[in-house]
């Protein structure tokens, strides 16, 4: 059988350049990790070669007998693993599942109330830019300026003025834990549905170190690959009564045949988040979490909400005279992969804002624990001190390359 290296060396060469990329450098970045080689195994698989446009029993397609049996497995792992009445497994991403919630419930031009992007929510929840802000009327929620915290009371007075059709919780750079309670009782008193997107905080859901949106949410979407530690894909999870509409809005209304290998890696990913290594894992990551903010509060910087309860922290720079952009490319540089990102009532553009984010689910993946964390801290705060001083980068950068080696990253060699 030919391989990669026979057919294309030049991809071969770009992948082990990636490969060597993600092995010697302290990614932070919040929504990516590590998968196992199974999992990567899995990915790459014969499933490439298969369509199977519908669901299991009911396929557009002959050949099933393996790939139903793979779905099924998948979906009873997710149900198993969270507790839900109804999963479906093939989006191909959040996005598209998020998507796929609004085509199940909405007709264009009606409303939608999500947390804005810049306060922590994501494209999808009702951004300007984005087909959810385009098609819908998309009205948002956010922050206290003054704690930086969720205002529920905020929340409930906007969800009962504009009355949305969906309330959608969740978030990609919050770094509390949100009262999906709370979320309810909103959601009950305007009239709405509950989405909970948990993209974020899924891993810590399934290792049962962060509460479940499961019992109040009518819907429940989330990535496979962030926290939860599995390929790029996504779920979508929900009430019985909701199934039909649900699945129909994935197959045929958004998508044509799902990704069979990456069904498989999912059900591999389900398999490994149920053990008590994944449970003691997703407790790590908290930890390391929380070494971090607590070294970098230390160090004099600004924490969103001043400090975290999940697996990201959020950082405004500006007392620290240097923009998150800036900030990110130094760091980069110096072998601490972050992303620059904006922070709540920021006074900067997107594109070059005034905070970073971190987040610990990769570098936990790789055997972090507390004391890394403190040191990993210590090297951001050497960095962003003084960006200038391109020896002392450099010398990090060399600094964390053998670091690492004493770290092996899963699924690499
Ligand atoms: N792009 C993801 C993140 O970084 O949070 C969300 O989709």
Same mark, same amino acid.
């Given at each position: /059988?030919?391989?990669?290296? #026979?057919?294309?060396?030049?991809?071969?060469?770009?992948?082990? #350049?990636?490969?060597?990329?993600?092995?010697?450098?302290?990614?932070?970045?919040?929504?990516?990790?590590?998968?196992?080689?199974?999992?990567?195994?899995?990915?790459?698989?014969?499933?490439?070669?298969?369509? $199977?446009?519908?669901?299991?029993?009911?396929?557009?397609?002959?050949?099933?007998?393996?790939?139903?049996?793979?779905?099924?497995?998948?979906?009873?792992?997710?149900?198993?693993? +969270?507790?839900?009445?109804?999963?479906?497994?093939? $989006?191909?991403?959040?996005?598209?599942?998020?998507?796929?919630?609004?085509?199940?419930?909405?007709?264009? %031009?009606?409303?939608?109330?999500?947390?804005?992007?810049?306060? %922590?929510?994501?494209?999808?929840?009702?951004?300007?830019?984005?087909?959810?802000?385009?098609?819908?009327?998309?009205?948002?929620?956010?922050?206290?300026?003054? &704690? %930086?915290?969720?205002?529920?009371?905020?929340?409930?007075?906007?969800?009962?003025?504009?009355?949305?059709?969906?309330?959608?919780?969740?978030? $990609?750079?919050?770094?509390?834990?949100?009262?999906?309670?709370?979320?309810?009782?909103?959601?009950?008193?305007?009239?709405?549905?509950?989405?909970?997107?948990?993209?974020? +905080?899924?891993?810590?859901?399934?290792?049962?170190?962060?509460?479940?949106?499961?019992?109040?949410?009518?819907?429940?979407?989330?990535?496979?690959?962030?926290?939860?530690?599995?390929?790029? %894909?996504?779920?979508? /999870?929900? =009430?019985?009564?909701?199934?039909?509409?649900?699945?129909?809005?994935?197959?045929?209304?958004?998508?044509?045949?799902?990704?069979?290998?990456?069904?498989?890696?999912?059900? @591999?990913?389900?398999?490994?988040?149920?053990?008590?290594? +994944? =449970?003691?894992?997703?407790?790590?990551?908290?930890?390391?979490?929380?070494?971090?903010?607590? &070294?970098?509060?230390?160090?004099?910087?600004?924490?969103?909400?001043?400090?975290?309860?999940?697996?990201?922290?959020?950082?405004?720079?500006?007392? =620290?005279?240097?923009?998150?952009?800036?900030?990110?490319?130094?760091?980069?540089?110096?072998?601490?992969?972050?992303?620059?990102?904006?922070?709540?009532?920021? =006074?900067?553009?997107?594109?070059?804002? $005034?905070?970073?984010?971190?987040?610990?689910?990769?570098? &936990?993946?790789?055997?972090?624990?507390?004391?890394? /964390?403190?040191?990993?801290?210590?090297?951001?705060? &050497?960095?962003?001190?003084?960006?200038?001083?391109?020896?002392? @980068?450099?010398?990090?950068?060399?600094?964390?390359?053998?670091?690492?080696?004493? +770290?092996?990253?899963?699924?690499?060699?």
């Amino acid at each position: /059988m030919m391989d990669v290296r #026979q057919v294309d060396s030049q991809i071969y060469d770009l992948l082990r #350049q990636e490969e060597q990329r993600q092995a010697d450098k302290i990614r932070l970045i919040a929504s990516e990790n590590y998968t196992s080689a199974a999992v990567l195994e899995a990915t790459g698989s014969i499933l490439t070669n298969k369509y $199977s446009e519908g669901y299991a029993g009911k396929r557009y397609y002959e050949g099933q007998q393996v790939i139903d049996q793979i779905e099924n497995l998948a979906i009873q792992r997710a149900k198993d693993l +969270f507790g839900a009445e109804h999963v479906n497994v093939q $989006s191909y991403s959040g996005s598209p599942a998020n998507l796929a919630v609004y085509l199940a419930f909405l007709s264009p %031009g009606d409303t939608i109330l999500g947390m804005a992007l810049p306060h %922590g929510g994501h494209l999808t929840h009702g951004a300007s830019v984005s087909i959810s802000g385009k098609y819908f009327h998309a009205e948002s929620y956010g922050l206290s300026e003054k &704690t %930086g915290l969720l205002d529920y009371e905020a929340l409930r007075q906007k969800a009962m003025e504009c009355r949305p059709k969906i309330i959608v919780a969740g978030h $990609s750079a919050y770094p509390r834990i949100i009262d999906f309670a709370l979320y309810r009782d909103i959601a009950d008193e305007s009239g709405a549905l509950l989405l909970v997107d948990m993209a974020h +905080f899924a891993g810590l859901v399934a290792g049962g170190v962060h509460p479940s949106p499961i019992p109040y949410a009518d819907v429940v979407t989330t990535t496979t690959h962030k926290s939860l530690r599995g390929p790029r %894909g996504a779920i979508i /999870m929900c =009430k019985k009564e909701y199934a039909a509409a649900i699945d129909k809005a994935v197959f045929p209304g958004i998508q044509g045949g799902p990704h069979n290998n990456i069904t498989a890696a999912m059900a @591999v990913a389900f398999k490994e988040a149920a053990t008590d290594e +994944f =449970k003691e894992y997703t407790q790590q990551v908290i930890n390391n979490a929380h070494a971090l903010a607590e &070294t970098l509060v230390e160090k004099g910087f600004d924490l969103i909400t001043g400090g975290t309860e999940n697996h990201l922290l959020l950082i405004d720079l500006t007392d =620290k005279g240097i923009t998150g952009k800036a900030a990110a490319q130094v760091l980069d540089a110096a072998g601490l992969v972050v992303n620059y990102n904006a922070v709540p009532f920021d =006074k900067r553009k997107p594109w070059d804002p $005034s905070g970073i984010r971190l987040g610990t689910a990769a570098v &936990t993946s790789r055997g972090f624990k507390e004391e890394e /964390m403190r040191q990993v801290g210590e090297w951001i705060d &050497t960095v962003v001190t003084d960006p200038e001083n391109e020896q002392a @980068v450099a010398a990090i950068a060399e600094d964390i390359k053998s670091f690492c080696k004493g +770290f092996p990253a899963p699924g690499i060699n």
